[in-house]
T-cell receptor, first 112, second 113 residues
Framework: DAKTTQPNSMESNEEEPVHLPCNHS???????IHWYRQLPSQGPEYVIH???SNVNNRMASLAIAEDRKSSTLILHRATLRDAAVYYC?????????????FGTGTRLKVLA | NAGVTQTPKFRVLKTGQSMTLLCAQD?????MYWYRQDPGMGLRLIHY???????AKGEVPDGYNVSRLKKQNFLLGLESAAPSQTSVYFC????????????FGPGTRLTVT
């Protein structure tokens, strides 16, 4: 199975942009890149996903490298509520079924 | 819309006891998943199901069994609990499309003494 590599932790000041990197050098052509975040004592929640093109939604932007071996989650203005563990995940397709491979995530600390 | 619910929220078992964790979703999703999360770690897939009546093994299936008798429910069983199964268990569901995201339940904190 392909894997993802993320920094263990990052810090950001409130109201500044945050760029969370992820390496997935063994990604397959059909694997989608998903990002989830997990607030303390909660289940993960979906943030954004993409395949090849950059994506934007109300929560964040996802920038995907041209070779798809890395991606970056961008929070445009970090707030204290964005402090969480962010997981970069590959959604893999095998014989018509799908699996999500979680890494260990990046713990984001937002400073007031 | 309750989304994904899990029962119970907390449980303490003695070594060798058995129990069943229940996951229910009301979004008519085809796919359901059971994960475990150990302290400071990411989630690891235990078992998953791609539809009613089907189940498949994930990364760490040993010591667990699952059943999907109804589309909305996915049960995780521990036949003989061990201290190594102390963890937080999360259930999730997703649609069958290639892009669909997962929706997670609030988790069950299990301690085996």
């Amino acid at each position: 199975d392909a894997k993802t590599t993320q920094p263990n932790s990052m810090e950001s000041n409130e109201e500044e942009p945050v760029h969370l990197p992820c390496n997935h050098s063994t990604i397959s052509g059909t694997d989608y890149i998903h990002w989830y975040r997990q607030l303390p004592s909660q289940g993960p929640e979906y943030v954004i996903h993409g395949l090849t093109s950059n994506v934007n939604n109300r929560m964040a932007s996802l920038a995907i490298a041209e070779d798809r071996k890395s991606s970056t989650l961008i929070l445009h203005r970090a707030t204290l509520r964005d402090a969480a563990v962010y997981y970069c995940i590959l959604k893999q397709s095998t014989s018509g079924t799908y699996k999500y491979i979680f890494g260990t995530g990046t713990r984001l600390k937002v400073l007031a | 819309n309750a989304g994904v619910t899990q029962t119970p929220k907390f449980r303490v078992l003695k070594t060798g006891q058995s129990m069943t964790l229940l996951c229910a979703q009301d979004m008519n999703h085809e796919y359901m998943y059971w994960y475990r999360q150990d302290p400071g770690m990411g989630l690891r897939l235990i078992h998953y199901s791609v539809g009613e009546g089907t189940t498949a093994k994930g990364e760490v299936p040993d010591g667990y069994n699952v059943s999907r008798l109804k589309k909305q429910n996915f049960l995780l069983g521990l036949e003989s609990a061990a201290p190594s199964q102390t963890s937080v268990y999360f259930c999730a569901s997703s649609g069958s499309g290639r892009q669909g995201e997962q929706y997670f339940g609030p988790g069950t904190r299990l301690t085996v003494t």
